[in-house]
């Protein structure tokens, strides 16, 4: 059980689904498509696997031999009872997910309707400590706004992930599904999906695409703040997930010199950049670099704010940042904001 | 109290500005378009670019939405020649992006054609 007394909410938990589970969710013809003629999500990462169990922790792979995350049981025991979780949020796995599906808009509309019923059916209905992401085929903003409308008001669902594509979130295209999740209260999340941190196409090594990641974490941002969502959505948040936090200060920093500079061009921006941030935007840790104390707490103060960072452990897979190893020790103060209450702050629907 | 004349008020017309002396410092003088009188330090306070070498212009100052522009206060705002910051003149000098921060002024007043900047 616990060894830490602060209560772990771990701001990124993957699920995994695998297509003969999904099929009983899927309307037809798409059940067909995938059980008959063998549809299966683009995924091509072209490397070698990064680890010793694939992307996935190898203790994590379950003892019958199915993948790392597709058991609530298990990941019962080994996660949330194991680290004593008060909350998880959910935010899918790999393949198929329909957060980072691209194209074929009709079976991407079908995939996330029925991803996100086997998810409430499955995981959130079964565990009063997992919380959940509403996906959507954001190539059609049409679709995508009826989905957050069907869904987005269940009392778990927390957020609305979005694909990443090659329009930019700030982009008007996708503000009615930001006018959609804001008035269901869910906030953005994103996770890097596949391969948009290097001009639409792989870097040569996974090592390069891995260290590249936040990248894509500091275009969006960038791009969302200067085309004035955070201004046009004052309630909205949004959650960057899985890009660590080292670069939060450059950002800040960068973002508020343009403006100084540059505001003439951007009349709808009132707020400084890192104000922006601060009010409305969270990271959470993972993957973690190995810092000193010294190191992390410089950080903390060079963003200004110790309210932005939120914990999260990113299992099942093999970069999971343990809660008790991954960050140096800290005040506890600081270590309940971190590993709780930042991320009971955000999200509106977390108790 | 200190004052000088620093120029005639032939010397600029509406929408320009003039760098002048002041004691030892170098100040800028600007008149708007409706014939008043400002004067500030002629540096930047971003790196110190002689902002007599940048531009009086509008702005698109006014409140909008994501995507719309409003041009206003035309001849009322300094833009450094260096970065383009933007400074209020009827606002003491401070910074559009930055309220907080503003151009060090000077008292002006006009007796008969003469120019007079004080602290």
Redesign the interface.
């Known amino acids: 059980m616990a060894k830490n007394q602060i209560r772990l909410v771990d701001t990124d938990i993957h699920e995994r689904v695998q297509y003969k589970d999904i099929l009983e969710y899927l309307d037809e013809p798409f059940k067909h498509y995938i059980e008959n003629c063998h549809w299966i999500q683009e995924k091509h990462m072209p490397y070698t696997q990064p680890a010793v169990a694939g992307v996935d922790r190898a203790d994590a792979i379950l003892p019958d031999g199915r993948p790392a995350g597709s058991d609530l049981g298990f990941m019962q025991e080994q996660l949330l009872d194991e680290i004593g979780h008060e909350y998880g949020i959910l935010t899918s796995a790999l393949d198929p997910s329909p957060s980072s599906m691209h194209g074929w808009y009709e079976m991407a509309i079908a995939l996330a309707s029925a991803y996100n019923n086997w998810q409430i059916k499955e995981w959130l209905e079964k565990d009063d400590r997992l919380y959940g992401s509403v996906h959507i085929a954001a190539q059609d903003p049409k679709a995508a706004v009826k989905e957050i409308e069907r869904v987005g008001s269940h009392p778990k669902m927390v957020q609305v992930l979005l694909p990443i594509d090659d329009i930019m979130w700030g982009d008007p295209f996708y503000h009615p599904i930001f006018e959609a999740a804001e008035k269901h209260h869910l906030m953005i999340g994103m996770h890097h999906n596949e391969p948009p941190i290097y001009y639409g196409k792989w870097p040569r090594y996974f090592i390069e695409w891995h260290t590249l990641i936040p990248t894509a974490h500091i275009k969006q941002i960038t791009n969302m703040v200067f085309n004035g969502v955070f201004d046009k959505f004052p309630n909205l948040g949004l959650m960057m997930i899985e890009g660590g936090f080292t670069w939060v200060p450059h950002i800040m920093w960068k973002m508020d010199q343009q403006y100084r500079d540059l505001r003439h061009e951007v009349p709808w921006l009132k707020r400084k950049p890192s104000d922006i941030f601060k009010k409305q935007i969270r990271v959470t840790t993972q993957p973690a670099e190995e810092l000193t104390k010294q190191e992390f707490m410089s950080l903390i103060e060079q963003m200004g704010t110790d309210e932005i960072l939120c914990f999260s452990t990113d299992y099942p897979h093999w970069d999971y940042d343990s809660p008790t190893r991954a960050l140096p020790n800290m005040d506890p103060e600081l270590k309940q904001k971190i590993f709780a209450d930042n991320a009971k702050a955000f999200y509106p629907k977390l108790p | 109290m200190k004052e000088q004349v620093v120029c005639k008020t032939t010397d600029i017309d509406p929408g320009e500005m003039k760098a002048t002396n002041f004691g030892k410092q170098n100040v800028l003088v600007c008149r708007t378009l409706d014939g008043e009188f400002y004067a500030f330090l002629n540096q930047c306070t ?1 790196q110190g670019a002689p902002l007599d070498k940048g531009i009086m212009c509008g ?12 041009y206003r206060r035309n001849g009322e705002i300094i833009r450094c020649p260096w ?4 400074f209020d003149i009827k606002n003491e000098g401070r ?4 309220p907080e921060k503003k151009l060090p002024n000077y008292k002006v007043r006009v007796e008969d054609e003469d120019v007079i900047v004080y602290k």
């Open positions: 971003h702005a698109t100052i006014d409140t909008s939405k994501p995507g719309e522009y409003h970065h383009g910051r933007e910074m559009l992006a930055n």
